[in-house]
């Protein structure tokens, strides 16, 4: 049986505080003041003994501020931020798997876009369908140095691309070299790269090949959590039900795997189930901008959260500091140590209420 655990528990809303989070993601976190109102959580019930605090013994090789992990190929170039069409018809993508991080929000009309942060994974073979920009979905993948990946946009970013100089490589535009249409599939859904081409082309374009990464904040894989409470699955719900998304918790791989309308989201690259072993739910403020539907969503300004990993819940907020990624804050005021593998972010409206869009479950339903 699913439990609205958010509507239940209420989290309450929480304010920026002026500052916030290191960038450095092998610094410590910056303590945060919260309120004194939130609501205590139900003791975890871990699968393992409780550990003291975690060490992380040194990896071999360069290890991604991403991902915790060794890079595939001992490298770590610039990201590419890739826009991926989520539409029906655009499923299964591929590549989606892959990224080391990934985010998911709306687009207009209901619809939602993926966000693909790939750095680590250097050997990507196809990526894709690949779609438009939108302001804040340029602002999320320029967050961590990434060169946005595109096709087309709505005026907004244009003006944004073009005013600022951006490097991005637009399908439409001087990069089209580096894209191809797969003849499997209809347009506007069959637009794919990889991650060489992408590659290629970004170095024929002139642009910065290293740049200054954001890391997030790792912990031991094997430390359990001693925090927040069971949920071995939990659902996301946005706007249209051809948008609800499930996570199921797979103790053997210690992560969640991603299901979208009742059935695993599969990469068709592999045929992998798309998985992260940190899933970040986050309230942002949505306006309707014109009669098309184009959105401002807010990814500044902080706001209510969910953190899931390890199989349990913990409560808290995001926050983001300029120049800065987005950062899971706890009730505490400190930063989440996440662990080591993919990390997924989903943002959806604060309306009606933030917890009206995600519900968890003590124990995973039958599948």
């Known amino acids: 049986m699913t439990i609205n655990r958010s509507s239940a528990r209420p989290i309450s809303v929480f304010v920026l505080a002026a500052a916030l989070l290191s960038a450095c993601g092998t610094e410590n976190a910056v303590t945060v003041p919260v309120p004194t109102t939130v ?9 393992e003994a409780a550990q003291p605090t975690p060490t992380i013994a040194p990896a071999a090789g360069i290890v991604s501020g991403l991902t915790g992990l060794p890079a595939t190929d001992g490298t770590l170039p610039r990201p590419l931020a890739v826009m991926i069409n989520n539409a029906p018809a655009a499923r299964p993508q591929s590549g989606v798997s892959e990224a080391d991080i990934l985010y998911e929000v709306l687009a207009e009309g209901g619809i939602t876009r993926l966000i693909g942060i ?88 002139g642009f910065a090949e290293s740049v200054e990464v954001p890391g997030l904040l790792f912990t031991d ?5 001693t925090e927040g409470e069971p949920a071995l699955e939990f659902n996301v719900s946005f706007l249209l039900k051809s948008y609800t998304v499930g996570y199921k918790y797979n103790a053997e791989q210690r992560t969640y795997v991603r299901w979208v309308n009742g059935k695993p989201h599969l990469d068709l690259n592999n045929n992998s189930p798309v998985a992260a ?24 300004l902080g706001g209510e959260a969910l953190l899931f990993q390890r199989g349990v819940a913990i409560p808290g907020k995001w926050s983001r500091r300029p120049g800065d990624i987005i950062r899971f804050v706890k009730e505490d005021g400190k930063e989440a140590l996440m662990y080591p593998g993919i990390t997924h972010i989903l943002i959806v409206p604060n309306s009606p209420s933030f917890g009206s869009h995600v519900d968890y479950a003590l124990a995973p339903s039958p599948t």
Do not use: C
């Open 39 to 47: 609501a205590a959580t139900a003791e975890p019930q871990p699968t």
């Open 221 to 225: 894989p094997d430390y359990a959590p």
């Open 277 to 300: 072993a940190n899933v970040i739910v986050m309230g942002s403020d949505h306006k309707v901008l014109d009669d098309v539907g184009r959105l401002q969503v807010d990814v500044e």
């Open 118 to 205: 790939f750095q680590s994974h250097t050997g990507v073979v196809k990526i894709g369908p690949i779609r438009s920009i939108r302001p804040y979905l340029l602002d999320i993948g320029e967050s961590y140095g990434g060169v946005t990946v595109h096709a087309g946009g709505s005026p907004a970013a244009y003006a944004i691309l073009q005013k600022q100089k951006k490097e991005d490589m637009d399908e439409i535009g001087r990069a089209g070299a580096y894209f191809w249409r797969d003849k499997e599939r209809k347009a506007p859904h069959n637009l794919y790269s990889n991650a060489a081409k992408l590659r290629e082309g970004a170095e024929k374009l």
